[in-house]
């Protein structure tokens, strides 16, 4: 996957990790009743939010990092078929290790 989009200032762009589907009690539960995952990968970032004196802060996370954002946050975009959210640093609730 080659996305060319280079998020400004302090925004990520992320893509949603799908969970895996499971089958309790033979009910299938259609997409739109889905809920939107809040794992997600970071596949790109911005270079720092600019402070007033001119200086840049640098972003507590980077590309491959995976992370827990809310499920409503950011905005939902669309490039290749592939759906994405560009999200603010500071709506991404943790960085999940391991």
Known sequence: ???NVRPLHDRVLIKRVEEE???????????????????????????????????RQPMDVKAGNRVLVGKYSGSEIK???DEFVIVREDEILAVVSG
Not at 22 to 35: F, H, L, M
Not at 40 to 55: F, S, T, Y
Request: net charge negative; glycine share 12%.
């Open 79 to 81: 490039i290749d078929n």
């Open 21 to 55: 589907e499971q089958v309790r009690g033979g009910i299938i539960i259609p997409d739109t009743a889905k809920e939107k995952p809040q794992e997600a990968e970071v596949v790109a970032v911005g270079p720092g939010k600019l402070q007033d004196d001119g200086k």
């Open 1 to 3: 996957m080659s996305v």
